[in-house]
């Protein structure tokens, strides 16, 4: 009786190891695939952004890395490239034309993001809570909408003479926006405001 009481408990455990997560507990692996965010080929990749290269047999090449604020990271055989500013496809693309370049035959480059950065846009000049705040989740903003999040504009504010700072494929870039034919141009395109753009509202002139 003893034997087979033993041989039961054996089984029992076994059947229990298998059928693990039925209840709602998945296998560590599954947990770990599921904490890494899934973004489309053509997600835009940003400064701040946690990425994984991996080639297909060169582990040597395989590289985790937090893109850098002037968007280049360093590839081994490759060096430094610039991907801020291309989409997820494109900078695997470049990756695998210059691994082939130094006479890799057809590698096969998976870039993944693994945390996305923060999205951010700062505020500054004449308006009356100046700051740096967080886009909504998944949500576009626009040029009049972030001046309302940051207060409105104050007594002595020029809404004609907005700079944005704004840096694309490691470079900054100065756009001048007159947001008093903005708002009164019902018909104008509204002025989308991206990640990291610094805006600044000038001061009246007396």
């Not at 701040?48 to 590289?63: A, M, R």
């Amino acid at each position: 009786m003893l034997i087979v009481r033993t041989r039961f408990l054996l089984l029992a455990f076994a059947f229990s190891c298998l059928t693990a997560g039925a209840d709602g507990q998945a296998p560590a692996q599954a947990r770990s695939n599921a904490a890494v965010p899934a973004v489309s080929a053509s997600h835009v990749l940003a400064a701040d952004e946690l990425i994984e290269v991996k080639v297909f047999q060169e582990p040597d090449l395989d590289v985790a890395t937090r893109i850098p604020q002037d968007g280049r990271i360093t590839i081994p055989l490759i060096g430094q490239i610039t991907i801020v500013g291309l989409t997820v496809q494109q900078a695997t693309q470049l990756i695998r034309d210059r691994l082939e370049a130094r006479f890799l035959v057809n590698p096969q480059v998976t870039l993944s993001v693994m945390e996305e950065a923060k999205r951010l846009f700062t505020v500054l000049g004449q308006v009356q809570r100046p700051g740096t705040y967080r886009f909504p989740e998944r949500q576009a903003l626009d040029l009049v909408q972030v001046i309302g999040i940051a207060g409105g504009y104050t007594r002595i504010a020029d809404p004609g003479k907005i700079t944005v700072k704004r840096r694309t494929s490691g470079e900054e870039m100065v756009l001048r926006v007159d947001g008093t034919r903005m708002a009164r141009d019902q018909k104008s395109r509204p002025f989308a405001v991206e990640a990291g753009d610094l805006i600044t509202v000038g001061e009246r002139l007396f």
